[in-house]
C-alpha cells in the first residue's frame, strides 16, 4: 500500500517507529530468525517450534494448547522473507500511525485483541467446517504470521483515516476506506473460490482480524459513550473519530 506524505490530512508522510510497533517487530524477527530459521530448522526435527507454537486447531481442542491463540502470531512462513517483510512493512505503515492516535497501551491491547479474536475465529471455523463436511485435515495443518492482527490494524485504519488517499496495489490511487472493503472482499472471495484449507494462505485468518476487530471497536465505543453518558468518560480515549478532522500444507497468514 503506498501513500502520499505530509501535512495534507488525506496524505501519510514517512512515519517513526513507535514504542509498541517497535517492539513487536523486533519480537516477530527475532522469533522467526532465532527460533525458526536456525534452531527449528538445523537443531530440532519435525518442525517442533511452529507445530507447538503455531496455531493447530486439532492441537487447541483435543490437547488443549490453549496458548496458540497467541502464540502463532509471532511465529512466520520459514519459506522466504517475504511473508515477514511484508506483515512488518504494513505493521510498521498502519500500526505507527495508529499507536500515535490512540497511545501505546491501548494500541498494544487492540493489536492482540485482533490477533488472537483471528485465531480463536479460524479454530471455530475450521472446527464447524470439519463437523459439516467431515474434512478434519485443515485441523491439522499449522497457521503462522501476524496477519490476522495486521487485518485488524488495516480495519481501524479505514476506520480512523477513512478519507485519507492510499494506492491500492502501488498504482490506483482511492479512500483509506475504500481500500479496507476491496480487501475484505478479497479475502473472502478468495475463501469461497479456494474452499477451507483449499490454499497456503489462510484467508480465514485474516478475515477472523477484520471480524474481531470491528468487535471491539463497536463494543468499546459503545461502552465509552454510555460511561460518557453517566458523567464517567472525561478524559477517555475516545475512538469515535471524525474522517473529515483535518489534523493529522504448513499455512501462513
Not at 248 to 253: A, G, I, L, R
Request: charged share 10%; with cysteine; proline share 4%.
Amino acid at each position: 500500500m503506498g501513500q502520499r506524505g505530509s501535512n495534507n490530512p488525506y496524505i501519510q508522510s514517512m512515519l517513526p517507529l513507535t514504542k509498541v510497533v517497535k517492539i513487536l517487530i523486533i519480537a516477530n524477527v527475532s522469533i522467526w530468525l532465532l527460533f525458526q530459521v536456525i534452531i527449528e530448522q538445523y537443531f530440532l526435527p519435525n518442525q517442533q517450534i511452529t507445530t507447538t507454537f503455531g496455531l493447530v486447531p486439532a492441537l487447541i481442542i483435543e490437547n488443549f494448547f490453549i496458548w496458540q491463540p497467541f502464540t502463532y502470531m509471532f511465529l512466520h512462513s520459514t519459506d522466504g522473507v517475504m511473508h515477514i517483510v511484508f506483515n512488518m512493512l504494513l505493521l510498521w505503515w498502519l500500526g505507527a500511525e495508529l499507536e500515535m492516535r490512540w497511545g501505546p497501551k491501548f494500541f498494544a491491547v487492540y493489536y492482540a485483541v485482533c490477533g488472537v479474536g483471528a485465531g480463536i475465529l479460524y479454530t471455530l471455523f475450521v472446527l464447524i467446517y470439519g463437523l459439516v463436511t467431515g474434512k478434519i485435515q485443515p485441523m491439522m495443518i499449522p497457521v503462522v504470521g501476524a496477519s490476522g492482527a495486521i487485518f485488524g490494524l488495516m480495519l481501524a485504519y479505514g476506520m480512523v483515516f477513512g478519507e485519507r488517499v492510499v494506492y491500492f496495489f502501488f498504482i490506483f490511487p482511492m479512500r483509506a476506506k475504500y481500500f479496507v472493503m476491496i480487501l475484505g472482499g478479497i479475502e473472502v472471495v478468495m475463501v469461497l473460490n479456494s474452499g477451507i484449507g483449499g490454499a497456503h494462505v489462510a484467508n480465514l485468518a485474516h478475515i477472523g482480524g477484520l471480524i474481531s476487530g470491528f468487535l471491539f471497536l463497536m463494543f468499546w465505543t459503545r461502552w465509552q459513550r454510555r460511561q460518557s453518558t453517566r458523567g464517567a468518560g472525561k478524559g477517555k480515549l475516545r475512538l469515535v473519530v471524525d474522517n473529515n478532522d483535518k489534523s493529522t500444507p504448513k499455512y501462513w497468514n
